[in-house]
């Protein structure tokens, strides 16, 4: 599975696009573009960015960031930990700041 998101790109936006090939990816995001970023139409030198940052992500990947995380922190439910838990596995993913950093400072 091929995904983007769209921060990578340089946009302030969370948005993540996920498709079996790149070809498709590529078309989504133009879509996304256009209708999100009011971008019209998309340059060459844009699809070779979008490719350049497109990620290769499968279930045994946000598996093993999961299983690692876990025993890192050895969760058993609490609160603090499962923030904890949700802000490595999102900077991981992302690799970016968590989404929920309010969240987890509060904790």
């Known amino acids: 599975m091929k995904q983007f998101i769209c921060n990578d790109l340089g946009y302030s936006c969370n948005k993540v696009l996920a498709a079996r090939t790149e070809e498709l990816l590529v078309d989504e995001v133009a879509v996304h573009l256009r ?5 019209p139409t998309i340059t060459p030198d844009t699809v070779a ?9 499968n279930v045994s990947d946000a598996a093993n960031v999961v299983d690692r995380i876990f025993e890192k922190y050895n969760c058993n439910g609490e609160p603090e930990c499962s923030w904890r838990y949700i802000e490595e596995a999102e900077m ?3 690799k970016d700041s968590p989404l929920h950093e309010r969240e987890l400072r509060a904790a």
């Open 92 to 94: 991981i993913l992302k």
């Open 35 to 39: 209708d999100a970023h009011n971008v």
């Open 49 to 57: 960015k979008i490719k350049n940052i497109i990620l290769n992500r």
